[in-house]
C-alpha cells in the first residue's frame, strides 16, 4: 500500500531532502515522516507551506512511496532518481554513499 | 575572437554584483522563492532534480583556451569535475550551490563569458554554424552577425519579456550544420548575384510540443537591415504572439495561425517604418565587429599532406579517425578537427574538467587557440594544419577524446533526461549509452555510414529528435518509460519533422526496435552510398513499419 512523504530541495545548494519525522529536513528519505491517512497528508502539506515561508526549502511535494521492509520505495522512477542519483553516475548523488542501492 | 570592450565588461560586472546581492538577498530570506525565482533564471539558475544548475551561455559556440580552462577550473571547484554541453552550444553545471553561483559568474566575466538570457522569454543565446570561418563551403563567416545580435538583443528593453523564449541561428553555408530552420528566426548569410551579402530570412521554426520547419519570408536581406527586419518580426511577434497559452506562445504558432503570407506583409510594412532609422547597421560598425573575426594568419603548411599518406598507411585507427572527423577547411594546408564527446557507451556531451584542459592546450598549440562547440554536443578545433594532425590524434587519445563517429549512428545527441532534469519523463542518455554499445564496431558504423539519432526525454524536444534520422522521445506511460519513435527528420538545409513510427517501445525494447529499423535499411538500400536518410526519402515509412510492427515482428 502506497502511503505519503514531504519531499523538497534545499535553498542553499538544492539537494533532494524529505521532511523526517523530528520535524528536521533529511538528506536520506529513510526517517521521512510517513502519512499513512488524509489528514496526515494534509499536516505534511501545511509543513511544507511553513518550511517554504522559513525559506528552507524550495519546489515542495508530496510523494508517493511505498513501504518495503524497513525501507521506504518513492512509486515514480522521477523520486526513486532524486532520492539515490543519476542512473548513468553512481559515482555521483546520495547512491555515492549508499553503494546497495539501485535507482530503475 | 571577440573581444569585450569597457561597455561589455561593465556591464556583464554590474550583472555580478546585481545578482550576488539578488542571492544574499534570498539566503537571508529577504525575497521569496516567488520572487527570486525569475531573478535566478535570468542570470542562467535552474533547479532541477539533484541541485541547482547553471546554464553558461557560449556565444555563436566559440571558445579561446583561456575560456575553456575557466569552464574546467569552474567543474573542478564548484562542480563534481565536468560539465555538459548542450544542443544549444552552452555549457551547463550540474552540482553548483547557490551561495556559490555569484563567485562563478565572477569567474565566469574575468574572461568575458557570463549565463544571460540562457533562459526566460527573452532571445537566447545566439548560436552558429560550429564551422564558422574555417569551413572550406563557406560563402562568409556568419559570426560578426551573431556577435551583432548578441550585443543588440543584450537586455534589449523591448525584448525582456516576449511571450516566449526566443532563438536565433545563422549560418554562413548552403549546408546548414547550424539547423536554422528549426529555430525562431534562422538567418543564412549568401551572395547576390552582384556579390553582395545578405541573409535568407526564415522564421517560425522550432521543435517542442508543435514541431514546425521555418518558413522563408525574405530570399535575400542586405546586411545592413539585419536589425531593423529583425526588429521588425520581434515586434510583430511581441505585439501578436499569444500570451494566454504558453504552450501556443511560440512565433511558430502565430506563423502557422497568421499565415506566412500575411505575416511576411506585417513585418514587411513594419520595417519600412524601421528600415531607415538608427537601426540600420553603419559600414564601420560592421567592419569593427568584422575585424574581431578575420581569419587567422595560418602559416604555409603543405609538408603535412606527403606525412598525412604516410601515417594514414602505417595505422587504420587514425586513418578512420581522420575519414570521418576531419572536414575540408578553406586553407588546403589545414583541416577542421570535431572532437566526438560520444565515447562509446559514453553520456553524450560530457566533458571531465581534465580533458576541457587537455582541449585547451591542443587548442593554443595547434588550432590557433580557437575551440567550438556544436550543437551535436561535440567539441571542435577549427584550425588544425595537415601536418599536425597526427600529434593532435595522439594527445586526443590520451584522454579518450579520439571516437572517429562525427556523423555516425554512435554520434547520438541527447538531452540529459530524467536521470537531472526536473521537466524530463522518461531517461535519454541510458539509452543513447545501450544504442552506442550495441552499434559501438567501428566496421559496423562504417558499413550503416551517416546516422543521426536524437533522443529527447520529453516533449520540450532538446534533444532535437524531431530532425534526427532516427529520433527518440521518452514519455512516461502508467509510470513506466516509453519511447516513441520517429523516422525521417533532418535539421539541415532540407528540413524535415521525423514522422512517428507507431506505438512505442519499453526500455528493454528500444535498442532492439533501433536494430530492426536499421537492419531494414540495410536489407533496402540501394548501395552504400545511399544513406540512411535518402532511403527513407526514397521508400518512405512502410518498410520500416513493416519490419517493427508486422505480426512476424511481433512474433519474433
Same mark, same amino acid.
Given at each position: 500500500?502506497?502511503?505519503?512523504?514531504?519531499?523538497?530541495?534545499?535553498?542553499?545548494?538544492?539537494?533532494?531532502?524529505?521532511?523526517?519525522?523530528?520535524?528536521?529536513?533529511?538528506?536520506?528519505?529513510?526517517?521521512?515522516?510517513?502519512?499513512?491517512?488524509?489528514?496526515? +497528508?494534509?499536516?505534511? !502539506? /501545511?509543513? #511544507?507551506?511553513?518550511?517554504?515561508?522559513?525559506? *528552507?526549502?524550495?519546489?515542495?511535494? +508530496?510523494?508517493?512511496? !511505498? /513501504?518495503? #521492509?524497513?525501507?521506504?520505495?518513492?512509486?515514480? *522512477?522521477?523520486?526513486?532518481?532524486?532520492?539515490?542519483?543519476?542512473?548513468?553516475?553512481?559515482?555521483?548523488?546520495?547512491?555515492?554513499?549508499?553503494?546497495?542501492?539501485?535507482?530503475? | 575572437?571577440?573581444?569585450?570592450?569597457?561597455?561589455?565588461?561593465?556591464?556583464?560586472?554590474?550583472?555580478?554584483?546585481?545578482?550576488?546581492?539578488?542571492?544574499?538577498?534570498?539566503?537571508?530570506?529577504?525575497?521569496?522563492?516567488?520572487?527570486?525565482?525569475?531573478?535566478?533564471?535570468?542570470?542562467?539558475?535552474?533547479?532541477?532534480?539533484?541541485?541547482?544548475?547553471?546554464?553558461?551561455?557560449?556565444?555563436?559556440?566559440?571558445?579561446?583556451?583561456?575560456?575553456?580552462?575557466?569552464?574546467?577550473?569552474?567543474?573542478?571547484?564548484?562542480?563534481?569535475?565536468?560539465?555538459?554541453?548542450?544542443?544549444?552550444?552552452?555549457?551547463?553545471?550540474?552540482?553548483?550551490?547557490?551561495?556559490?553561483?555569484?563567485?562563478?559568474?565572477?569567474?565566469?566575466?574575468?574572461?568575458?563569458?557570463?549565463?544571460?538570457?540562457?533562459?526566460?522569454?527573452?532571445?537566447?543565446?545566439?548560436?552558429?554554424?560550429?564551422?564558422?570561418?574555417?569551413?572550406?563551403?563557406?560563402?562568409?563567416?556568419?559570426?560578426?552577425?551573431?556577435?551583432?545580435?548578441?550585443?543588440?538583443?543584450?537586455?534589449?528593453?523591448?525584448?525582456?519579456?516576449?511571450?516566449?523564449?526566443?532563438?536565433?541561428?545563422?549560418?554562413?553555408?548552403?549546408?546548414?550544420?547550424?539547423?536554422?530552420?528549426?529555430?525562431?528566426?534562422?538567418?543564412?548569410?549568401?551572395?547576390?548575384?552582384?556579390?553582395?551579402?545578405?541573409?535568407?530570412?526564415?522564421?517560425?521554426?522550432?521543435?517542442?510540443?508543435?514541431?514546425?520547419?521555418?518558413?522563408?519570408?525574405?530570399?535575400?536581406?542586405?546586411?545592413?537591415?539585419?536589425?531593423?527586419?529583425?526588429?521588425?518580426?520581434?515586434?510583430?511577434?511581441?505585439?501578436?504572439?499569444?500570451?494566454?497559452?504558453?504552450?501556443?506562445?511560440?512565433?511558430?504558432?502565430?506563423?502557422?495561425?497568421?499565415?506566412?503570407?500575411?505575416?511576411?506583409?506585417?513585418?514587411?510594412?513594419?520595417?519600412?517604418?524601421?528600415?531607415?532609422?538608427?537601426?540600420?547597421?553603419?559600414?564601420?560598425?560592421?567592419?569593427?565587429?568584422?575585424?574581431?573575426?578575420?581569419?587567422?594568419?595560418?602559416?604555409?603548411?603543405?609538408?603535412?599532406?606527403?606525412?598525412?599518406?604516410?601515417?594514414?598507411?602505417?595505422?587504420?585507427?587514425?586513418?578512420?579517425?581522420?575519414?570521418?572527423?576531419?572536414?575540408?577547411?578553406?586553407?588546403?594546408?589545414?583541416?577542421?578537427?570535431?572532437?566526438?564527446?560520444?565515447?562509446?557507451?559514453?553520456?553524450?556531451?560530457?566533458?571531465?574538467?581534465?580533458?576541457?584542459?587537455?582541449?585547451?592546450?591542443?587548442?593554443?598549440?595547434?588550432?590557433?587557440?580557437?575551440?567550438?562547440?556544436?550543437?551535436?554536443?561535440?567539441?571542435?578545433?577549427?584550425?588544425?594544419?595537415?601536418?599536425?594532425?597526427?600529434?593532435?590524434?595522439?594527445?586526443?587519445?590520451?584522454?579518450?577524446?579520439?571516437?572517429?563517429?562525427?556523423?555516425?549512428?554512435?554520434?547520438?545527441?541527447?538531452?540529459?533526461?530524467?536521470?537531472?532534469?526536473?521537466?524530463?519523463?522518461?531517461?535519454?542518455?541510458?539509452?543513447?549509452?545501450?544504442?552506442?554499445?550495441?552499434?559501438?564496431?567501428?566496421?559496423?558504423?562504417?558499413?550503416?555510414?551517416?546516422?543521426?539519432?536524437?533522443?529527447?526525454?520529453?516533449?520540450?524536444?532538446?534533444?532535437?529528435?524531431?530532425?534526427?534520422?532516427?529520433?527518440?522521445?521518452?514519455?512516461?506511460?502508467?509510470?513506466?518509460?516509453?519511447?516513441?519513435?520517429?523516422?525521417?527528420?533532418?535539421?539541415?538545409?532540407?528540413?524535415?519533422?521525423?514522422?512517428?513510427?507507431?506505438?512505442?517501445?519499453?526500455?528493454?525494447?528500444?535498442?532492439?526496435?533501433?536494430?530492426?529499423?536499421?537492419?531494414?535499411?540495410?536489407?533496402?538500400?540501394?548501395?552504400?552510398?545511399?544513406?540512411?536518410?535518402?532511403?527513407?526519402?526514397?521508400?518512405?515509412?512502410?518498410?520500416?513499419?513493416?519490419?517493427?510492427?508486422?505480426?512476424?515482428?511481433?512474433?519474433?
Amino acid at each position: 500500500m502506497s502511503v505519503k512523504v514531504l519531499t523538497a530541495n534545499r535553498l542553499t545548494d538544492g539537494e533532494a531532502v524529505w521532511l523526517g519525522a523530528n520535524g528536521e529536513w533529511l538528506e536520506q528519505i529513510d526517517g521521512a515522516l510517513i502519512a499513512r491517512h488524509a489528514e496526515a +497528508v494534509s499536516a505534511l !502539506e /501545511e509543513a #511544507g507551506k511553513a518550511a517554504i515561508k522559513s525559506n *528552507l526549502v524550495i519546489d515542495v511535494n +508530496v510523494i508517493d512511496v !511505498e /513501504e518495503r #521492509g524497513t525501507n521506504l520505495y518513492p512509486l515514480r *522512477l522521477r523520486e526513486r532518481i532524486r532520492q539515490l542519483g543519476p542512473t548513468i553516475r553512481l559515482d555521483l548523488g546520495k547512491q555515492a554513499e549508499k553503494p546497495k542501492a539501485t535507482a530503475a | 575572437m571577440y573581444r569585450y570592450d569597457e561597455f561589455d565588461h561593465a556591464f556583464v560586472s554590474a550583472r555580478v554584483e546585481q545578482f550576488k546581492d539578488q542571492v544574499e538577498r534570498r539566503l537571508a530570506g529577504e525575497l521569496t522563492e516567488d520572487q527570486f525565482r525569475p531573478l535566478r533564471l535570468m542570470n542562467g539558475v535552474y533547479l532541477q532534480l539533484h541541485a541547482y544548475m547553471l546554464r553558461v551561455a557560449i556565444p555563436y559556440g566559440t571558445l579561446s583556451s583561456r575560456q575553456m580552462r575557466k569552464l574546467a577550473h569552474i567543474a573542478r571547484h564548484y562542480d563534481r569535475g565536468y560539465g555538459h554541453f548542450t544542443t544549444r552550444q552552452n555549457l551547463q553545471y550540474n552540482w553548483p550551490a547557490l551561495k556559490d553561483m555569484p563567485k562563478v559568474l565572477d569567474e565566469l566575466a574575468s574572461v568575458e563569458m557570463h549565463a544571460l538570457q540562457t533562459s526566460g522569454n527573452c532571445i537566447r543565446n545566439v548560436t552558429a554554424d560550429h564551422f564558422a570561418g574555417a569551413a572550406a563551403d563557406e560563402v562568409a563567416d556568419p559570426r560578426p552577425y551573431a556577435e551583432i545580435l548578441r550585443q543588440w538583443s543584450s537586455m534589449h528593453p523591448e525584448f525582456s519579456y516576449l511571450p516566449r523564449k526566443f532563438k536565433i541561428a545563422v549560418t554562413g553555408a548552403e549546408r546548414d550544420r547550424a539547423a536554422i530552420q528549426v529555430h525562431d528566426i534562422g538567418l543564412h548569410l549568401k551572395k547576390n548575384d552582384a556579390g553582395e551579402l545578405g541573409f535568407a530570412v526564415y522564421v517560425g521554426g522550432g521543435q517542442g510540443r508543435t514541431p514546425m520547419v521555418a518558413k522563408k519570408i525574405r530570399d535575400f536581406l542586405p546586411v545592413e537591415d539585419l536589425l531593423s527586419y529583425t526588429t521588425a518580426i520581434m515586434r510583430v511577434y511581441n505585439l501578436n504572439g499569444r500570451r494566454d497559452n504558453k504552450y501556443k506562445a511560440r512565433i511558430k504558432i502565430l506563423v502557422h495561425e497568421t499565415g506566412t503570407e500575411e505575416l511576411t506583409r506585417q513585418v514587411e510594412a513594419e520595417w519600412q517604418v524601421l528600415k531607415e532609422t538608427d537601426l540600420k547597421l553603419p559600414q564601420k560598425d560592421v567592419d569593427a565587429i568584422d575585424s574581431y573575426f578575420a581569419p587567422p594568419s595560418l602559416p604555409v603548411r603543405p609538408e603535412g599532406w606527403s606525412g598525412l599518406a604516410a601515417a594514414r598507411k602505417a595505422d587504420h585507427s587514425f586513418s578512420t579517425w581522420v575519414d570521418q572527423n576531419v572536414t575540408p577547411h578553406k586553407n588546403p594546408d589545414y583541416g577542421v578537427v570535431t572532437i566526438s564527446l560520444k565515447p562509446i557507451g559514453g553520456i553524450p556531451g560530457d566533458a571531465t574538467d581534465a580533458q576541457m584542459d587537455l582541449v585547451a592546450d591542443i587548442a593554443e598549440k595547434f588550432s590557433q587557440d580557437e575551440i567550438r562547440v556544436s550543437h551535436e554536443q561535440n567539441l571542435v578545433l577549427p584550425h588544425v594544419a595537415i601536418a599536425d594532425l597526427r600529434i593532435v590524434y595522439d594527445l586526443l587519445l590520451t584522454d579518450g577524446l579520439a571516437t572517429a563517429n562525427a556523423g555516425l549512428i554512435t554520434d547520438i545527441i541527447a538531452c540529459p533526461g530524467l536521470d537531472y532534469c526536473a521537466l524530463a519523463n522518461a531517461r535519454s542518455i541510458p539509452v543513447a549509452q545501450r544504442i552506442s554499445e550495441r552499434f559501438g564496431k567501428p566496421e559496423r558504423q562504417a558499413d550503416i555510414g551517416e546516422l543521426k539519432i536524437k533522443i529527447s526525454g520529453c516533449i520540450n524536444a532538446c534533444g532535437h529528435h524531431h530532425v534526427g534520422h532516427i529520433g527518440i522521445l521518452g514519455v512516461e506511460k502508467k509510470g513506466e518509460e516509453l519511447y516513441q519513435i520517429s523516422l525521417g527528420g533532418s535539421g539541415d538545409e532540407i528540413c524535415t519533422i521525423g514522422d512517428i513510427t507507431g506505438r512505442g517501445f519499453s526500455s528493454e525494447e528500444i535498442v532492439d526496435a533501433v536494430e530492426t529499423i536499421v537492419d531494414r535499411y540495410l536489407d533496402i538500400r540501394t548501395d552504400k552510398e545511399e544513406n540512411f536518410l535518402a532511403t527513407y526519402r526514397r521508400v518512405g515509412a512502410a518498410p520500416f513499419k513493416d519490419a517493427l510492427y508486422s505480426e512476424a515482428a511481433n512474433a519474433a
